[in-house]
């Protein structure tokens, strides 16, 4: 009883496996570049970054243009495109891989969240220190510039949170 299909081959299964279970891939030293090929386009930014921590092995000419794509996704095409044509610029004496990009952009990213957050605070804090001594909670949001600071808090709040989801910087290996 022939069906007509070829049975997968075992490494495609092991392949498949592999992928099934990323979440638990750490190092891929000894793994052939042409099964690491199939297998980490499918990793996550976080699985990435554990993975290239953990392998001794240069992976950079696999998970460039992965990184490329994560870079994409987190800061757009338009600076995406930018960082290409000053590469290009460059005349090839500037060269980075875009790992290295990707972790510079964020950590210059969270740089520049980390001051607004600090303005923030201390319009917060002059706005308080103004209002005299009266609470927080009796002013019911009365003042313009308290209200702005406290929805610029919550959305800087939540952008941070999404950001410790997704961001490079905070992965541990």
């Not at 210059?108 to 319009?123: F, G, P, R």
């Not at 103004?130 to 313009?144: E, I, V």
Request: charged share 30%; proline share 3%; glycine share 6%.
């Amino acid at each position: 009883m022939e069906s007509g299909r070829k049975p997968r081959s075992l490494v495609d299964m092991c392949v498949q496996k592999l992928i099934d279970n990323l979440r638990d891939l750490g190092s891929v030293d000894g793994v052939e570049m042409e099964l690491l090929k199939r297998i980490l386009p499918h990793c996550t930014l976080a699985q990435l970054t554990r993975v290239e921590n953990r392998t001794k092995m240069d992976l950079s000419p696999i998970t460039n243009s992965l990184w490329k794509r994560f870079y994409q996704r987190e800061f757009g095409e338009e600076h995406t495109n930018m960082v290409i044509k000053r590469m290009k610029a460059s005349g090839g004496r500037v060269c980075y891989t875009w790992r290295e990009l990707f972790k510079a952009k964020t950590e210059k990213q969270k740089e520049v969240e980390d001051k607004m957050l600090e303005k923030i605070a201390k319009k917060f804090q002059a706005e308080k220190a103004g209002s005299g001594p009266s609470s927080l909670s009796n002013s019911n949001y009365k003042s313009p510039i308290l209200k702005k600071a406290r929805i610029e808090v919550n959305s800087h709040a939540r952008l941070q949170s999404a950001m410790q989801k997704n961001t490079f910087g905070r992965f541990v290996p």
